[in-house]
């Protein structure tokens, strides 16, 4: 059970070690954002090209026909990676061994639908995966396994998000081998050390130049690509993409070099990628000649 495109290796790996996948569930179709075509989610095209059978409904809320599916199924296991529904509890044990969550946090840190980015944004110095069974609550069942990984400086959403979705996808296979066997040790969380990573909404990408540049810094990776961190000059939107943080100072939202260099409350913002509203995405350098921001702007929101 799984939908974007996280879920993807992990289930093209499942498939390449020849576990039996009987049935493959991802959220249904959507339409484009110009509502001309339905888009299949990434799990769907996949398990499509593997030649699987994939059932999409809408909710499984009161849903009697997925219900009677899977209990008929009969299955051993049932793996869930970014599914994006809530899984009813009566559901849950119509497996055998229960259903098992690949969750993108060190649990109990980051329940919920956007922990890779909480834990950019919050300036963590690692996050990982946690390898846990499904209860009633979110994200806050028993966990058989962790694995950590370092958030770099430079890391953004998308490489994190890259680097644990093949760290699942090798890890899992050991992880389903220990449970089908018996070995696989559940521990209760630490529910009193438990965080929260709502999901994550437009308006938070909204930069406060008031901040120091490594708060910044962080929301611009943690929200890089989408939904992203920008910042209104003149009217139009910009949206940062990939910057550094320098050691100059100034007045907070000031452009205080000719390479958009931006003071912030500590330090300063180099930009090295930058988006126009509506246009394509540029470097710096290519950005610069044909702008209006130039050193002496001030992108506090005017």
Excluded at 47 to 52: I, K, P, S, V
Excluded at 275 to 292: A, D, H, I, M, Y
Aim: proline share 4%; aromatic share 6%.
């Amino acid at each position: 059970m799984g939908t974007p495109i996280f879920a993807v290796p992990i289930l093209k790996s499942l498939y390449q070690n020849g576990y039996p996948l009987s049935v493959v569930f991802t959220q249904s179709p959507k339409k484009s954002s110009r509502g001309m075509k339905t888009r299949k989610s990434p799990v769907h095209l996949m398990a499509e090209t593997l030649n699987l059978d994939v059932r999409t409904p809408d909710t499984l809320k009161d849903n009697t026909v997925e219900y009677n599916f899977l209990k008929n199924l009969d299955a051993d296991l049932a793996i869930v990676v970014a599914y994006g529904q809530i899984l009813p509890e009566k559901f849950l044990s119509l497996t055998k061994k229960g259903f098992i969550n690949i969750h993108a946090s060190i649990l109990p840190h980051w329940r919920g639908a956007a922990p890779i980015q909480r834990s950019i944004i919050n300036l963590d110095k690692k996050t990982g995966l946690s390898i846990m069974k499904i209860n009633n609550k979110l994200d806050s069942g028993p966990v058989c396994k962790k694995y950590e990984i370092e958030i770099k400086r430079q890391d953004n959403a998308e490489t994190i998000s890259e680097k644990l979705s093949l760290l699942a996808s090798e890890k899992i296979l050991d992880d389903i081998d220990d449970i089908m066997a018996e070995k696989a040790n559940f521990i209760d969380q630490d529910h009193d050390k438990a965080t929260y990573a709502k999901k994550i909404e437009k308006v938070e990408g909204k930069i406060n130049w008031n901040l120091g540049a490594d708060e910044i810094l962080g929301l611009i990776n943690g929200l890089c690509p989408s939904p992203g961190a920008w910042f209104t000059y003149k009217s139009e939107r910009y949206k940062i993409l990939r910057a550094e943080v320098g050691n100059s100072n100034g007045q907070p939202g000031i452009v205080i070099s000719e390479n958009l260099e931006v003071a912030c409350k500590e330090k300063s913002l180099k930009i090295i990628e930058i988006q126009r509203e509506g246009k394509k995405v540029q470097k710096t350098g290519e950005f610069l000649l044909g702008s209006k921001i130039i050193k002496g702007s001030n992108l506090n929101n005017v």
